[in-house]
């Protein structure tokens, strides 16, 4: 039994499953990719981003990836281009752009640090439930191989959610909703810059 399974461990999920690593819980993360491994992003990380690169101890990994920072950003519009300074968060200005198969495997490395566990090449193919509560996941692992894990939470990282509805956000958060409520913003002073 798990404290979190965290799904998806890119720049969501892998900072998720290293905090609570880090805060002394028993996490697992899984993914159906194999680390490192490439997604469809630009690699953009504004000021909040590295701010809590910084706060994580991980920034400096980042910028010695070959991905230096740079203070100046600029907006080419042709006929004139807009150049300027983001204002700082926490006393970090700069920003960076580090490749997302280096940035992923960079974060997906710390969480494993922290201690959380890793099942790479492992889809999650549905929830387990008892008394309307979600009590852990079905899995298929790389050989094919179906299993299941227990947790007390479990939640999905993953730009997909966007697509999703919000019922379905909090029956992967483990919560049974018995109506949706308007939609909601969740956020955290350890998780914020990552996306747009
Ligand atoms: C074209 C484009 C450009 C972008 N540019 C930027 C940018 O410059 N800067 C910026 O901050 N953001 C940018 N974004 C947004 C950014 O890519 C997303 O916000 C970010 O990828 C979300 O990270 P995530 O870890 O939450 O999810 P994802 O990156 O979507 O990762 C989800 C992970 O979950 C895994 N997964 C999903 N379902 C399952 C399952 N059932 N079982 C197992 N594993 C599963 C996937 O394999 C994947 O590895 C861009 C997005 C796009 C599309």
């Known amino acids: 039994m798990?404290?979190?399974?965290?799904?998806?461990?890119r720049c969501g999920g892998s900072p998720t499953a290293m905090l609570l690593a880090r805060h002394g819980y028993r996490v697992l993360l899984v993914d159906q990719a194999t680390f490192p491994s490439d997604t469809v992003s630009t690699h953009f990380i504004?000021?909040?981003?590295?701010?809590?690169?910084?706060?994580?101890?991980?920034?400096?990994?980042?910028l010695a990836s070959n991905s230096p920072a740079f203070r100046t950003i600029g907006l080419d519009l042709g006929d004139y281009v807009l150049t300027g300074d983001m204002p700082p968060t926490d006393g970090v200005a700069e920003?960076?752009?580090?490749?997302?198969?280096?940035?992923?495997?960079?974060?997906?490395?710390?969480?494993?640090?922290?201690?959380?566990e890793?099942?790479?090449?492992t889809t999650v193919t549905g929830l387990n439930f008892a008394d309307h509560r979600v009590t852990g996941i079905r899995c298929r692992g790389r050989s094919g191989t179906e299993f299941t894990e227990q947790a007390r939470i479990v939640m999905r990282l993953s730009?997909?959610?966007?697509?999703?509805?919000?019922?379905?956000?909090?029956?992967?958060?483990?919560?049974?909703l018995p109506a949706a409520p308007g939609p909601q913003r969740l956020s955290h002073p350890d998780c914020r810059g990552f996306s747009h």
């Open 46 to 62: 504004w000021p909040p981003g590295l701010a809590c690169l910084k706060q994580w101890g991980l920034m400096e990994r980042v």
């Open 2 to 9: 798990y404290d979190a399974i965290v799904v998806g461990a």
């Open 118 to 121: 890793i099942r790479e090449s």
């Open 159 to 176: 730009r997909e959610l966007c697509r999703q509805s919000l019922r379905a956000w909090h029956l992967w958060l483990g919560f049974a």
């Open 95 to 116: 920003m960076s752009a580090p490749r997302r198969i280096v940035l992923d495997k960079l974060l997906r490395d710390a969480a494993l640090e922290a201690g959380a």
